[in-house]
Structure formats: structure tokens, C-alpha cells
């Protein structure tokens, strides 16, 4: 299976007082981490949203659980990997390791939208396109 | 069940390209309706932690589900509940409706984390105090 | 001159290891109260921009100086007003008052922009309209 | 004179509904480029408050001008210089290119804190070691 592999560095303002990540953070890197993970593949998120007309990847479910915690200047090794494909959706997950052990792990559900066509709605979901599928699909591709 | 009742207007610096809320900010609002959850039931987070020498209420668990999207200027109002008290752990629940529809519901559990008192971790939990689970508990009450 | 009047409480996720405000929190907080400045008019700013096709008031300048720090549960009383229209841009300050001192003063100058009719770009400056701007004029109005 | 340079990727959610970039990012990017700054002149923030007893370096007055927008995968080329040392203070500069053109530019007043021996308050300002200015005054040195 395709894994992504990306290194977020704590910052001074990704952290609260009691001098940890504050939580909502990680899902702003979940987001990076996907996008790095679509980069890998060959696929650019910005790119393919542009040539196949999409709105986005937008999410239905999402969940996180912290095994411990991690403050400023701290480095987070993140593996992702697409775990299943549906017709319309897809499952990421995240996992989030730090000095070896770890740290956080997580997934997204995500939609394949594109413009509603009536226009009585801003998206709607769409079938995903087999030749993306098939990009993760290849075993020897490993994002550097 | 005390449940605490909190209105949110959606930002433009809450919504992203697709013109719908970026999903970390949905995050963002769980820790400030827990905090109005708190506030509602007298107490007052920023003076708990002070007053009971706590370093926070970190979260172990997180997840949420998004039934349809919200944009800029819409407002979504916020039911937060607290449905289950362990030793040292609670969890909070919290719909968001939009125009009456139910649009976004989620979980937090969250630990009582004070200092350590070894000094070899920036934290450890603790048992949570009787007297702020029974704040909880009196049917009576109810947020504004 | 009009002006408006926002209260804002400083949340956890707000606040930095320092246990202050993390600074780009005042942007965002220049944003949310700009908002409520232009809703206080009479003009809310979602409705005003589908109503009049325009695609934002984007920024061209913003600065901010900072008096004193401020931290968890903290209460921000912030009186905002618009002090210069020009042809297509206007400049709104912003004065942050915590416990009756002046903590935080900042300005902002944006732009009036509407689609770009030859598609070459995102948008355009466009004359604010006279009707606007009288919306501000009134003395006698004042934000709740 | 030393300069910092750092690129940076813009996500999605960095992005609001005009598609560009919602403003208080950059301020988040300031943080993250001053970060790379001292880093790269071999003084990493985070063990330098570790070691030095410090409380951070927070901001006295920031500002920024914004030239042309940018959006969703753009890459902002940074730079960034200290421009000037005073006792207690200095200011760091930023200048962010895309695509050859200066999309931004801004300034940072920051303050070297520490801890106030007092207790009364939070922080007080402290003489900048000497030390600390001359690792930026090294002309051969240039971040890669």
C-alpha cells in the first residue's frame, strides 16, 4: 500500500499553555498530510481540483486519539496511507510518531465533490476516477 | 442532563476556497462550547484551573461527523452535554444544528490533568473532584 | 463618527506557552470584529456581498501594536471604527481595552473588490458606494 | 547581513472564499519564518529559551502590506533579516516573492523576554546578549 511520509516541527503557536499541541491543530496537519500524500502520488490536490473540475475533498467523519503528547520544537514523523476507497469516498489514516513512539493516530472519510450540476447545492458527490485509485494502488511507489 | 447551549456565527476566516467551514475550526468550537459547558455550570474553566492547580483538560479521544456543510454568516447553535464520568476521564458531546437540521456531531474525551508532581512529565491524571461531577448532575439546571 | 463595539474572551487555544495571547489570534479578531462593525451599520457583510456581487474587502496594509499581554478567560472590550474612506479603499482601527487599560490598537485598509470582468484576474478595486459610507456617517447611530 | 530563507506551501485551509489566502496566515508564517531565522543563524528558538531562561520573544508592533494575492498550492519564497538590534528589542523583517514578484512584506518588533523575578507580572523585557547579535552579524552566513 501507498504510504505518504511527512515531518511536521512543532511551532510556538500550534501550542497552548499547558505547553502541549492544542488539539485542533493536528487536524490542520491531517489536511497537510493528505495533501502531501495525493503530492506523492503524482496527484497535486490544487492541480487535480483544477483539471477535473472539482470543489474539493471535503470530509464526513474524522477522528483522532492522543497516546501523548508533544510541545514546541518537537519533530512528528507522520505516515498516511488510503485505507479503503468506496465509490464516492475514501478513508485516510494518519499515524503520528515522535522519537519512536506513537504519538497520535487518526483518520478522515472524504467525498469526492464536484459542482451540483442543478446548482441547488454548492457540491455534490461523484463517482471517484479508477485511474486515481489506481495511482495509490501501485506497490512500489513510496513517497521519499 | 445539564446541557449547555452555545451560538456560533460562521466566519470568512472560518471557510475555505470550497466556501464551507474548514473542518479543523469545527474543532476549535468543541473547546470553546466545553468551555461554555463549564462556565454554565459555575464553573469557570480559567478559575478551576487556577484555583484547583490544573495544568488542563487535554483530550484523549476526538471525532466528528459532518452532515452537511455551513458558510460564512450562517449560524450554528451548539448542544454540549457531558455523557459519561470515569475516575479521571469524562465525555463531552456536542451537536450543531443549522436551520433546525442537524449538521455536525462529535465526541471529546478528555482527561483531569494536574502536575506532576515527579516532574518527569509534564502532566499525569487525576481523579476528577465529586463536587464537579455534581455540578453536572442537578436536573434543574440549565444554560442560557 | 460610528462606532463599533465587540467583546471578545480570550480562549485556551488562544494563548502560547508564554500563557498570552499567540499574536495572530489579533488578526483574526480584527477580521471578526470589521464583521460585526459593518453588521452594527446595518450592513452585514455575507448578505452585502451576494447583494452587491462582490468578492471580498481584501487587505492591503495591517499593523498592530501591543501594550500589555493578555491570557486565559481574559475579557477584551474592542471598539472598532472606520476613519478614512477613499475612492476604493477605507481604514478601520481597532482599539482592544483590557480592565480599562489600552492593550492592543491596530488598523487595517482594505479594498472594495468585485469580480475582474476580463477573467484575468481574481478580482478588482471597484468605487465603494456613496451609500455605504453614508451608512457610517450617521452620529447619532451606535453599535449595541 | 544574515538572511533567512524559508518557502512555504499554501494549504487549503490556509485559503478563504475569495480563494486566496486569509490574512492572519501570514502572521503565522511571520512566527514560522522568524523560527527559521534564528535556526539557521544556529540559535534554535526552542533550546534557546531552554537554556537561556527565557520566556519567548513576543511581539511589540507588527505590520504588513499586501500586494498581490496568492492561493491554494502557491509557493511563497521567503526572506527574512533582523534589521535591527536595540538593548532590549529588535526588528526582524519579512519579504515574501511568488514568482519572482513581492507578494508581501512585513515588519516585527519583538522584545527579549524573561521570567520577572518579582512574580508581579508574567515577563519582563532583558538586555539581548551580545552573543545572540553577533551569530546574526556574521556576513559569510546564509541560511540554505
Same mark, same amino acid.
Given at each position: 500500500?501507498?504510504?505518504?511520509?511527512?515531518?511536521?516541527?512543532?511551532?510556538?503557536?500550534?501550542?497552548?499553555?499547558?505547553?502541549?499541541?492544542?488539539?485542533?491543530?493536528?487536524?490542520?496537519?491531517?489536511?497537510?498530510?493528505?495533501?502531501?500524500? =495525493? +503530492?506523492?502520488? #503524482? $496527484?497535486?490536490?490544487?492541480?487535480?481540483?483544477?483539471?477535473?473540475?472539482? &470543489?474539493?475533498? !471535503?470530509?464526513?467523519?474524522?477522528?483522532?486519539?492522543?497516546?501523548?503528547?508533544?510541545?514546541?520544537?518537537?519533530?512528528?514523523?507522520?505516515?498516511?496511507?488510503?485505507?479503503?476507497?468506496?465509490?464516492?469516498?475514501?478513508?485516510?489514516?494518519?499515524?503520528? =510518531? +515522535?522519537?519512536? #513512539? $506513537?504519538?497520535?493516530?487518526?483518520?478522515?472519510?472524504?467525498?469526492?465533490? &464536484?459542482?451540483? !450540476?442543478?446548482?441547488?447545492?454548492?457540491?455534490?458527490?461523484?463517482?471517484?476516477?479508477?485511474?486515481?485509485?489506481?495511482?495509490?494502488?501501485?506497490?512500489?511507489?513510496?513517497?521519499?
Amino acid at each position: 500500500m501507498f504510504v505518504g511520509r511527512h515531518a511536521i516541527e512543532v511551532g510556538w503557536g500550534d501550542c497552548d499553555p499547558a505547553r502541549i499541541v492544542f488539539f485542533p491543530r493536528y487536524f490542520e496537519w491531517f489536511e497537510i498530510c493528505t495533501t502531501a500524500l =495525493f +503530492r506523492a502520488a #503524482g $496527484l497535486p490536490l490544487h492541480a487535480m481540483f483544477a483539471e477535473r473540475n472539482m &470543489v474539493g475533498i !471535503p470530509l464526513l467523519d474524522v477522528g483522532a486519539r492522543f497516546h501523548f503528547g508533544s510541545g514546541y520544537g518537537h519533530i512528528l514523523e507522520v505516515e498516511s496511507r488510503i485505507v479503503e476507497w468506496k465509490a464516492k469516498t475514501f478513508r485516510v489514516e494518519h499515524r503520528f =510518531f +515522535r522519537d519512536g #513512539g $506513537l504519538a497520535v493516530e487518526g483518520h478522515e472519510v472524504r467525498v469526492w465533490a &464536484v459542482p451540483d !450540476p442543478t446548482g441547488e447545492k454548492p457540491m455534490r458527490a461523484a463517482p471517484i476516477p479508477p485511474d486515481v485509485v489506481a495511482r495509490f494502488m501501485d506497490q512500489r511507489v513510496e513517497s521519499a
